[in-house]
């Protein structure tokens, strides 16, 4: 007499390995339907998940307009290269920027706005908080220079030090990057030399910084119909920067009259020391 078997049950790691298999078949014949390239998911953190949302509104519903401006940097410079000289420790170019936005929104307080949704109106604020966007590994923040325009050159650069230095390490407190009437993005350090940044509502403005760069400028102001010799001409350090604002409460005279004060300032340190 004969006897036939059931075929054995196959094992619990066959099983995991025929579905593994089966998955990786999945995934790759629908990378392979998409062009033979696969891609790595990456879960954003909470952090990330508040700037994407924070950032799309703000382009969908905040009327963003553009204006930019060369300044000159050739006074700041000489003045550092003047302070080391003297073994002193100048001020960093970004502590400049800092000082000269806060004393340019003092000078143009209609620039120094934020916008009030819910009344659908514009909000001049009296104190000048300067947010700095500061890069980490979870994203950008903005630690907040507060009262910037009443604060020496020495005391900005001391204060965005530690502020910097707790941001990427998440020690800040709440309203120590909560709030701000005025937002910069300093790109130059990455060889940037001019950009766009997006408005962080419910400020009405946001600074974007670019690089320094050597450029031949002539010598004096020159009318447009008056030739410029080539003679003239001398090399100078500029930069150029971005000023994004909330077309709803500051117009673009009011952008012309802030980047005109803020040129004025760093192109002529003194005033701001």
């Not at 514009?122 to 947010?131: E, T, Y």
Request: glycine content about 6%; hydrophobic content about 40%; aromatic content about 4%.
């Amino acid at each position: 007499v004969s006897s036939t078997q059931a075929p054995a049950a196959p094992a619990a790691s066959a099983v995991t390995e025929s579905k593994e298999s089966t998955t990786e078949s999945k995934i790759t014949g629908e990378a392979g339907r998409a062009g033979g390239r696969g891609y790595t998911d990456i879960p954003l953190t909470n952090m990330r998940k508040v700037i994407a949302s924070r950032l799309t509104q703000s382009k969908k519903e905040v009327p963003h307009a553009y204006a930019a401006v060369r300044c000159s940097l050739d006074s700041i410079l000489a003045l550092r290269k003047a302070m080391k000289e003297q073994n002193k420790k100048p001020p960093s170019l970004n502590d400049f920027v800092i000082k000269a936005s806060a004393l340019a929104l003092k000078e143009v307080p209609e620039a120094n706005i934020t916008w009030d949704e819910k009344a659908q109106r514009g909000n001049a604020q009296d104190a000048v908080d300067i947010s700095i966007a500061v890069a980490t590994p979870e994203g950008l923040i903005t630690p907040i220079i507060k009262d910037a325009n009443q604060k020496r050159l020495a005391e900005i650069s001391s204060t965005m030090k530690d502020l910097a230095t707790r941001a990427r390490e998440k020690a800040l407190l709440p309203e120590e990057f909560q709030g701000g009437t005025f937002t910069i993005s300093n790109l130059g350090m990455f060889g940037i030399d001019h950009f766009s940044a997006v408005i962080n509502p419910p400020q009405a403005c946001i600074l974007a910084v670019g690089g320094s760069s050597e450029v031949m400028v002539e010598e004096r102001p020159y009318a447009l119909d008056e030739y410029a010799e080539p003679g003239n001409l001398v090399k100078s350090s500029t930069m150029t920067v971005t000023l994004s604002s909330d077309e709803r409460s500051v117009d673009q005279a009011t952008c012309g009259r802030f980047l005109h004060a803020f040129r004025g300032f760093m192109e002529d340190p003194i005033t701001m020391l």
